[in-house]
């Protein structure tokens, strides 16, 4: 007798909650327009992460340039150093 209580008081309680939903539609749009906020803050957060990565990647990039000029200016200094014994500027 006990499992046919337990299975039918589920049944009765997954019923009263349709009934009140069907009751207060208002509940299930709250609850959908909270998931859409959240999905929009996620959303726009995914976008700024991504365009702060490619800026970031950006600079990396341009720093790498820059210190591969120094070093062939520097390279070059040293040779004509050498050769000509005096200083590069």
Request: glycine fraction near 4%; charged fraction near 35%.
């Amino acid at each position: 007798m006990a499992p046919a209580i337990l299975g039918f008081v589920p049944e009765m309680l997954s019923k009263k909650k349709k009934q009140v939903l069907k009751k207060l539609p208002c509940l299930k749009c709250w609850f959908l327009r909270k998931v859409e906020e959240q999905l929009d803050v996620a959303a726009k957060g995914t976008y700024v992460w991504n365009r702060d990565s490619d800026t970031l990647s950006q600079l990396v990039s341009r720093l790498n340039d820059e210190v591969e000029h120094k070093k062939e200016t520097i390279g070059i200094c040293l040779e004509r150093q050498r050769e000509d014994h005096r200083f590069c500027l």
